[in-house]
């Protein structure tokens, strides 16, 4: 752990000392329940984050990929890649010296495009 109170959670949760909450697991309950979940510190030092099982299970739903959206996202790459077939099959028929010259082409730094005045 850090020396130092981590500034970002400590501002986005309210903070509960362990001490505070064996005393007050009620009065944590209820900010529990108005926040959605709260910083417990040990030595002053962020130890646990207690939420709400509601929060919890958006955590949960949230790491889960949604697979609809997924295979989506692969269908259309899949498209662009095929798309540039004419492209690929050139690329793969250049000779070595053909292959060289259009990476040195590319390589070279573009020079600026003067506006018209």
């Keep these: 752990m850090s020396a130092v109170l981590e500034p970002t959670l400590a501002d986005q949760l309210p903070s509960v000392s362990a001490t505070q909450?064996?005393?007050?697991?009620?009065?944590?309950?209820?900010?529990?329940?108005?926040?959605g979940a709260v910083l417990i510190t040990k030595h002053d030092q962020p130890a646990f984050v207690l939420m709400s099982v509601e929060r919890y299970r958006e955590l949960q739903r949230a790491a889960e990929p949604d697979l609809g959206t997924l295979g989506g996202e692969f269908d259309a790459m899949l498209a662009r890649m095929q798309d540039q077939g004419d492209?690929?099959?050139d690329a793969f028929a250049l000779t070595p010296e053909g292959l060289g010259a259009n990476a040195v082409k590319a390589a070279k730094p573009r020079k600026p495009v003067r506006k018209a005045a």
């Design 21 to 35: 909450l064996v005393a007050g697991i009620q009065k944590v309950g209820r900010t529990v329940a108005a926040h």
């Design 87 to 89: 492209a690929l099959a």
